[in-house]
């Protein structure tokens, strides 16, 4: 059984963990797009700062994403789904613009606690979007069982809008960004490509989560200095509070406010 809780500003509880991805999803290109066959987006909420649309629009969509059954299972269970909604919702209002989603080591399920919230948080007309910025172990195009065509660093890499690596679901409300490393013939991703994607993302959506590395990857301290909050998703079986607490300390002098704690029991 899995249980997990979450204690700040915006999670009260949690319940997640990591599945194998099956059949991949279809994603269409869309040729044109006209007010007839565009995506039904819902609006932000009234009091959300939606100016300044620098977003073009993903050049992916696919009806909906082909959700984990973990998170379909346990984070679509009516109440706390509601409940962990409502707390987005609220915080994204009072100015949360920007989550990162880490872990002590790798395994013990942010991939699925960022794809529940990005999907609850969606639901209360928060333009959101998802980006897996794991670059050792990308998993979000395995996890939500997409081919995909390119990702957000070979964009960058060929002088291409980001837009042109976005897969966007319309049902789910949420927008992808991802990664994947075999397509990048052993060239490591740089400092300054990560630079450029929260450049290129800055100002497009009323909430980034950024599905990030370990908590001691190189690129975390980076990562860290340009989200509002983290997420520290902890396994109980392996990694222990203290060795979470002295995450959260670093995580704040890297810049981050705001700290959750996911902590994931199994037995």
């Known amino acids: 059984m899995v249980e997990q809780q979450a ?91 920007s989550v990162l989603v880490t872990s002590l080591s790798a395994g013990e399920g942010r991939s699925t606690v960022a794809i529940g919230t990005a999907i609850a948080a969606a639901a209360t007309g928060v333009r959101v979007a998802l980006i897996d910025i794991d670059l050792d172990t990308p998993s979000q195009s395995e996890l939500l069982r997409l081919e995909v065509e390119t990702d957000w660093v070979t964009a960058i890499r060929q002088g291409e809008r980001i837009e042109d690596a976005a897969i966007a679901s319309i049902e789910d409300g949420v927008t992808l960004l991802p990664l994947v490393l075999s397509g990048h013939r052993g060239l490591p991703i740089t400092p300054t490509e990560i630079d450029q994607l929260l450049e290129q993302l800055d100002g497009c959506f009323d909430l980034l989560l950024f599905d990030g590395p370990v908590a001691g990857a190189w690129a975390t301290p980076q990562i860290a200095a340009a989200v509002d909050s983290s997420l520290i998703v902890r396994d109980a079986r392996r990694t222990s509070p203290s060795e979470v607490a002295s995450a959260a300390a670093q995580l704040r002098r890297q810049g981050v406010v705001g700290i959750g704690v996911v902590d994931n029991f199994c037995g």
């Not at 991949?24 to 995506?39: G, L, R, Y």
């Not at 977003?55 to 509601?82: K, M, N, Q």
């Open 7 to 97: 204690n700040e500003e915006f999670l009260s509880d949690a319940k997640a963990d990591d599945q194998a991805p099956q059949k991949p999803n279809t994603i269409a290109e869309p040729a044109f797009v006209d007010s007839a066959t565009a995506p039904a987006v819902d609006p932000p909420a009234d009091d959300i700062d939606s100016t300044a649309p620098r977003w073009a629009g993903a050049t992916w969509e696919v009806d909906a994403f082909d959700l984990p059954s973990t998170v379909a299972d346990l984070f679509f269970d009516e109440t706390f789904f509601r409940s962990i909604a409502e707390h987005l919702g609220q915080s994204v209002r009072e100015g949360l613009r």
